[in-house]
């Protein structure tokens, strides 16, 4: 065809021919153009103004594998999980970059190519005999994976960095009163006194049918949502390509015969598969099973009765789980769960009891100031009693009595008086950074959710999905 175009190029007909073929290409570019609304948008990332490129990420995803060890590098792209967290760290920090460009840019903040080209000249890992040595930079540059124009961005961002954030390491000064309140707070004591009323001093009977039923009206009790499945699984070492290949084309047969109707335990002999049936199990069962791990038990209650999954990949080779049989989450029937009642209904009845007792102690307390059978102890907010009195020994002012609820007793509880702790300087210069780095910590957090707020990032999710998503 282009030979006799060639041959008969000066004909009228041929002309005509070329020009039909060149405005058909044309067209075509122009109706693509026309039809995505212009010049297409490739970004992976918009932050603000700035935008992050496939480009970018993949030279930043590549610079960081090849500073990573072979198993680190194995580690990575062994599971799917790891692959998608690598890859979203990188994003990530991609992303902190460019909102501090953003934030430097609006600053006004300049960095010029004649301050890069002194860092540059200045850069430990380029000298040699004190003086820079261009052979040392292609070097380095070459095994780091940066380019000179790369580099040099590297560096500028840097700059820009410390002029943005540089303030947020500054340590805040905490003024004294604000340490003398927390080290006092911290390492007071206060005097109490506290009666102890356990449960299991009372006695209960044992209950009647209707009492069981009247407690259970009160308290009844979910069988949780349970499944049960089966899987095709099409063993390989999956570290070995042949093998990989040989189990996928396996995998496609038995998937093929899944969806034309077949069974799937007859599908799993007719291609030398393992069939595996799993008996009802809820969603925080662990199972004896290295195929149903925590990402398998929750894909699988996201199924619908009857649904098949489509093939997957594992570490022990390829899968298609199906759903036999769903029974939603429901209330028990009285009968199938009345003796397991008795015991607690019992032990609702001495809680009861102690509480009753207690409160007679408070009563009594309150009345003339004395407490029965009591313990008195200076304590402080980590010792000296049990757990639940020290919290409300320290949250309720002086002279306050209460009850105070425990997992197996009440106890009646009398807050009489407060000590000042003497001041130990190392404990307080201690304490001292500690409320330093806590305010810094708080300062970088407000600035962090400025910059999230002013400069948000915006995913190109069409972009992120053809390289990013699973």
Do not use: C
Not at 115 to 123: C, G, Q
């Amino acid at each position: 065809m282009l030979e006799y175009l060639r041959n008969v190029s000066e004909k009228p007909f041929a002309k005509f021919l070329i020009a039909l073929l060149a405005f058909s290409f044309i067209g075509w570019g122009v109706a693509e153009w026309v039809l995505s609304g212009g010049a297409r948008d490739n970004s992976l990332v918009r932050v603000g103004k700035a935008k992050i490129s496939v480009q970018q990420f993949s030279n930043e995803k590549s610079r960081e594998l090849a500073s990573m060890s072979r198993d680190e590098q194995r580690a990575v792209y062994a599971d799917e999980n790891a692959t998608m967290a690598f890859s979203n760290k990188i994003l990530s920090n991609l992303i902190t970059q460019a909102m501090v460009r953003n934030r430097a840019h609006d600053l006004g903040f300049v960095v010029s190519d004649h301050r890069i080209a002194r860092e540059i000249r200045e850069y430990p890992d380029f000298q040699q005999d004190g003086q820079f040595s261009t052979i040392l930079f292609d070097y380095v540059l070459s095994q780091s994976g940066y380019s000179e124009a790369d580099f040099a961005n590297f560096l500028r961002d840097q700059i820009t960095r410390g002029m943005t954030l540089g303030a947020l390491g500054a340590p805040l000064p905490v003024p004294q009163f604000v340490v003398d309140a927390s080290y006092n707070a911290r390492y007071a004591t206060r005097d109490i006194e506290y009666a102890t009323v356990r449960m299991s001093d009372f006695k209960a009977t044992t209950p009647s049918d209707d009492q069981l039923r009247e407690f259970y009206v009160q308290n009844p009790q979910t069988v949780p949502e349970t499944r049960s499945v089966s899987y095709v699984l099409v063993p390989a070492d999956m570290t070995k390509p042949d093998a990989y290949d040989a189990a996928y084309a396996t995998a496609l047969k038995v998937e093929d015969d899944i969806i034309a109707g077949e069974a799937f335990d007859s599908t799993a002999t007719k291609h030398n598969a393992k069939y595996v049936a799993i008996k009802p199990f809820t969603r925080m069962s662990e199972l004896n099973d290295k195929i149903m791990d925590d990402t398998m038990i929750t894909k699988v209650f996201s199924m619908e009765e009857g649904a098949d999954s489509e093939l997957m990949e594992t570490k022990d080779g390829f899968v298609i789980v199906h759903i036999d049989k769903v029974v939603p989450a429901h209330t028990a029937e009285f009968d199938s769960v009345k003796n397991g009642l008795i015991a607690a209904w019992q032990n609702d009845a001495r809680t009861k009891q102690a509480y009753v007792r207690a409160n007679e102690i408070l009563v009594d307390l309150n009345k003339d100031g004395n407490l029965a059978n009591k313990t008195a102890k200076s304590v402080s907010r980590t010792s000296g009693a049990p757990a639940s009195v020290l919290a409300a020994a320290f949250n309720n002012p002086i002279s306050t009595n209460i009850i105070v609820p425990d997992q197996d007793a009440f106890y009646v509880l009398s807050v009489k008086g407060e000590k000042t702790p003497n001041v130990d300087a190392t404990k307080s210069q201690e304490l001292r950074k500690e409320l330093t780095n806590a305010a810094s910590r708080q300062i970088q957090d407000d600035y962090n959710a400025f910059l999230m707020r002013t400069y948000p990032a915006k995913i190109n999710q069409k972009t992120y999905d053809r390289f990013l998503a699973k």
